[in-house]
């Protein structure tokens, strides 16, 4: 009995270690096939850079995986980084900024005076497959551009300086308050400054990485729109004095309409002189201030001027009266 036992008992253990060893071949094919067959998904404005990363390959790119698409068959180990296709903006100061809300760009104008501007910029990133792969393999990986946060990382390192550069440029070109309140230069300043922004900026990345707003992969690449908004000095007090002297001109020129007036009335009193004399002038002037009254007498008629009367004061003395005694 003793050697049944022990038997039934060492089958038993045989047992439970083959299905512990199975199961540990099980986990184990899960592993291997979880790594042989690796699966990408892209948003539907996000486009994929599938580069390989195997043990057994390079880590190179493979293909582009288009937006919107679900369990894309990987290589095991492999990589898929995800660029926005979308339009994308970069904005300086104000609501929705990129930058602190209070952020303006400086410029000096040809009469020296720091002006604030604020500046939006608004593109697509070039999804031509070529200058796709080369950005991310010069600037996207270095910034991380494929994370949120890197992508911001990466408008602020190479757009803020060459939008610093180019409002510098064309600055010089302007007295600040031809930008303050002369709209036509303003919008000349506003061109210039974007064509110097649009030669900039492929050199400072190193391709013409970016296309306008209407860009979608199938037409002409186009040019970002830059605009900006309106120039004000950072000295307040310039806007101050620029209120007061546009309040003198305007008294001036109500001083000189007022001018214009009396000389036209001089001229007319000149006139009436020279044709009444000034007797008649004066008479004519008195008439119509109503000053001396006349009437039309008919001839041969008979009228009766009424004589004004004078009242007295009561208890007056009538004329000629004796007082009591």
Known sequence: MAKLGTTTVAKKGGVAGKLIGG????????IVLANLFNFADTDANKIGLHYGGGVVEDKKFKSVIPPGATNKLIGPGDTV??????????IIGGAGADTDNADEVTVVSKDNVRLGVR?????TLNREQAVLQSFHERIGLKTEA?????WNDMLQSYFRPQIDRALAAVGTNYNWAELYNNEAKKSAFQTAAAKEFTRLLPAAVGGDYFCGPSYTGNNACGELSFTIQKPNPLDKGIIDGLEAKQRAELAKQAQEQKNQQVNVELQ???QQVAMLGSNGYLLKTAIESG????????QNGNV???VPTQTQPPNAQPPNAQPSR
């Open 23 to 30: 199961g540990v071949l099980v986990v184990l094919l899960i």
């Open 81 to 90: 980084y995800s660029y926005p296709i979308d339009q994308r903006s970069y």
């Open 119 to 123: 500046v939006q910029v608004y593109f």
């Open 146 to 150: 494929y994370e949120d946060s890197g």
């Open 268 to 270: 007319s009193v000149r």
């Open 291 to 298: 000053k001396i009254q006349f009437m039309v007498i008919p």
């Open 304 to 306: 009766s001027i009424p």
